[in-house]
Structure formats: C-alpha cells, structure tokens
C-alpha cells in the first residue's frame, strides 16, 4: 500500500484542512506539516502508551525535517481527560515555551486528543493544533471536526471548545497495537457513518466484517478515509451542531445513557452507541421508518464485529435521567436521530414516550445477539 492512501480537505466554517490517511504517514509528519505552512517548533502531548508503541517514529518525522520537538505525556485513559492532566500540560507548555507561531501536536486516541485540543484552544488564546490520532475512533471520528474539552465531575466533555485541527495525520498502521475490543468500538462508529450516510460504505462493511477486524490494509484505509470524508461534509454543514450536526448523534442518545449509568466503566464508547444503534433501529422499525429486513443487515453487521447488542441488567428507569439532561436535548425533548435505511438519516421529536420505554426494556432484559424484534 502507498504510504499516503488520500489525502482529504476538511472544512470548516471559513478554515480547511486536510486529513491524511494511510500506512506510513508518521514517518512523514514533518513534511505534511511543512506543507500545512506549520514552521514553528512542534509541542507534541501523548498518550503515553501510543507514544511507547508509536512514538519513536513520529519523532523521527518530525526530526528529519527539522523540526525542534518537545514532548510530554499524559496517562492512558478517560480518568485523565481533567482539569488537573490539562493544568499539568498547561504548566508544562509554559515551562518549555510555546508562542503562536508553534504548534501543539495530540498523539493518542480521543482523550488526548479532545485534551491536548483545548489546551491548544486555550493558551495564549489559541495556538495551531494538529491531531495525531492513534485508535480507530479517534481517525474517524474525534481527530475531525473541532470539538475538544475535558470531562468534569459531573459529566462528560462539558468543558470544552471548538478549535479546528490545522492538520490531521492518521496512521493506519499505528492501529496494529490496538486491543481487538478498542478496535471493534471504533468500528462501531464507522458502522455509524455508513447507517445514516452512505449505503456502499455500508454494504462494503457488511460484506467482509471479519476482515475488518482483522484490519485488512486496503479496506481498513478506505473505510477509515471514507468516514473522515463523511464527518468532514456533516461539519462543513454545520461546524457548531446547531441541527445537522446532530445527525452524527446515531445510537448515541441511549449509548450515553447506558455509559452514564454504568459509570463510564463498563461498556466501550463505541460498544454503548452499539446497543444505542440497535435501539435506535428497533425505535424505527416500530414507527415504520426502516424495514424489519435493513434492521436485522444492520443488528447482525454490529454482532459480526463482536460488539454488543443490548445491556441486560440495567435498569430501563434509569437510562431516561441522563438521556433527558444530555445537552443536546432541549427543553427536555429529546431529538432522535433514526435510519430509515442504510444511507439514510432523519431526526425525529415525535417518538412515542411508551415506544421508547419499551425499548429500554428489550435492551435491558434481552440477552439475544443479535435481537428479535420487540
Ligand atoms: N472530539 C470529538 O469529536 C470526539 C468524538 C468522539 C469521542 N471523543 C472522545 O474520545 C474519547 C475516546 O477516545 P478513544 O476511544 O480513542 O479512547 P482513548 O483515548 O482512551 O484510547 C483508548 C485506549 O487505547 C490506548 N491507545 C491509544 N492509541 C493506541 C495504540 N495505537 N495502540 C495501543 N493502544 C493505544 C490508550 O492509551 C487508551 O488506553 C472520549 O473521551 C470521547 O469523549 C471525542
């Protein structure tokens, strides 16, 4: 495979970017970041085991090209997307000097790169971000579109701002390292993208799962490139989610849910939205949206990738507190984003209150993988 298998132009209100995608791009991250008009010195936070795994070979790009490269890391997990790692790597900018022609460089999955992101956001008002993301979720999804932030306490990514990335670098083969389980949850979020926007994607999806846990090369780029092209077009629309942007909520109203109820400790990110797709399609069905037939395509794509398809033991009552305060249900109305078909999206305010529990008790008792209907 070519080392560089596309190179993708993100946009995002009046800033474009690209997204590099492909086997060996780490190895070439001086010269996309020349080429990206990045001249200052580099001030790269890691993830500290992506860096052991990976790290040597991003400092060698980067080097090679004369960059000066300082870098810190932070510890591996959501436990340390806070305020005290992001004060920890404010100090440390501030100790290693960082002007606004420099740039800060994530190198992890998502927490590093939403944390990294707003401390980039955020000292001296903004410097230039390049994201470096290392697990499957982070390069279709987190790596693209500008959201970063911290969780706090009392929830999830509630601190936070936009600041697009100057540069995106995705590196296919520093997937190789990742647990199969990690791997199968970002999946799931390709799975997403290919439910409510792209039927081919979907059907080139389900017709080789197994390959895709296996991460052929080939397939696994052009999925990959395919889903950060997809988040790309949906945050051109709508860089700051004010309606289509929600779209890319698919599966995730009941998934946060179910990861809020769990302690954020059981399930997976993407193995939550999982269970929140089969919900989802389970909802459209019952309201004659989707056909029983493109439902069970879909159940049975997420169950051949290993993923869950429900949560038996929790309880349908407590889901609905957090699914109501999540911030993106307003006024205490929830707005479902549903797939009438592979490809296709549409958002719902109408879903009736007594479908909605009915699903919660299918999801929450059923132990079928995957599911009958309700
Ligand atoms: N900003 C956004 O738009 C957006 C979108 C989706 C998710 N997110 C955020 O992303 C986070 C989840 O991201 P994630 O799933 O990447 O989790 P993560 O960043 O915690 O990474 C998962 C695990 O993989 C390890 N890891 C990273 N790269 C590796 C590699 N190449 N080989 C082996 N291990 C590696 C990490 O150390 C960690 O243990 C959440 O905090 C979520 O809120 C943000």
Redesign the pocket.
């Known amino acids: 495979m070519a080392a560089v298998e596309r190179r993708l132009e993100i946009r995002a209100g009046s800033h474009a970017y690209p997204a590099v995608v492909g086997s060996n791009v780490l190895e070439q991250a001086g010269a996309e970041l020349a080429r990206a008009g990045l001249r200052g010195r580099v001030r790269v936070v890691a993830?500290?085991?992506?860096w052991r795994?990976?790290g040597a070979r991003l400092l060698e790009g980067l080097q090679v090209a004369g960059y000066a490269v300082a870098f810190t890391f932070i510890p591996?997990?959501?436990t340390a997307?806070n305020l005290a790692t992001l004060s920890e790597v404010y100090d440390w900018l501030l100790k290693v000097g960082v002007e606004r022609g420099d740039c800060v460089l994530a190198f992890?999955?998502?927490?590093?790169?939403?944390l990294a992101g707003f401390a980039a956001a955020t000292i001296l008002r903004g410097v230039p971000l390049v994201q470096v993301p290392?697990?499957l979720?982070?390069q279709v999804?987190?790596s693209i579109?500008g959201?970063?932030g911290i969780d706090h306490p009392r929830g999830?990514?509630l601190i936070g701002a936009f600041h697009q990335p100057r540069l995106v670098l995705a590196d296919v083969g520093?997937?190789a390292?990742?647990?199969r389980r990690?791997l199968a949850?970002?999946w799931a979020e390709v799975v997403k993208m290919a439910m409510i926007l792209d039927a081919a994607l979907f059907a080139e999806l389900e017709a080789q799962p197994a390959a895709l846990l296996d991460m052929e090369p080939a397939l696994t780029a052009r999925a990959i490139a395919r889903s950060i092209e997809l988040k790309g077009q949906v945050v051109a629309e709508d860089e700051r989610e004010a309606e289509r942007r929600m779209v890319l909520n698919y599966g995730h109203t009941i998934g946060h849910a179910i990861e809020a109820v769990t302690g954020y400790d059981v399930f997976?990110?993407?193995e939550a939205v999982a269970i929140g797709m089969v919900g989802a399609s389970l909802l459209a069905e019952r309201m004659g949206l989707l056909s029983p037939a493109d439902r069970a395509r879909q159940d049975a794509l997420i169950a051949a990738l290993g993923l869950p398809c429900s949560c038996p033991g929790l309880r349908p009552e407590a889901l609905w507190m957090p699914m109501l305060q999540d911030k993106k249900a307003r006024s205490h109305r929830l707005t479902w984003v549903l797939a009438p078909g592979p490809g296709q999206v549409a958002l719902r305010r109408d879903v009736p209150t007594s479908l909605v529990d009915a699903v919660l008790h299918y999801l929450t008792t059923s132990t079928e993988s995957p599911p009958v209907p309700v």
Do not use: F, I, Q, Y
């Open positions: 993830d500290e085991l992506a795994c990976h591996s997990g959501e997307k992890g999955g998502g927490v590093c790169g939403d290392t697990t979720l982070a999804d987190a579109g959201k970063t999830k990514n520093a997937l390292t990742l647990p990690e949850a970002g997976l990110h993407g």
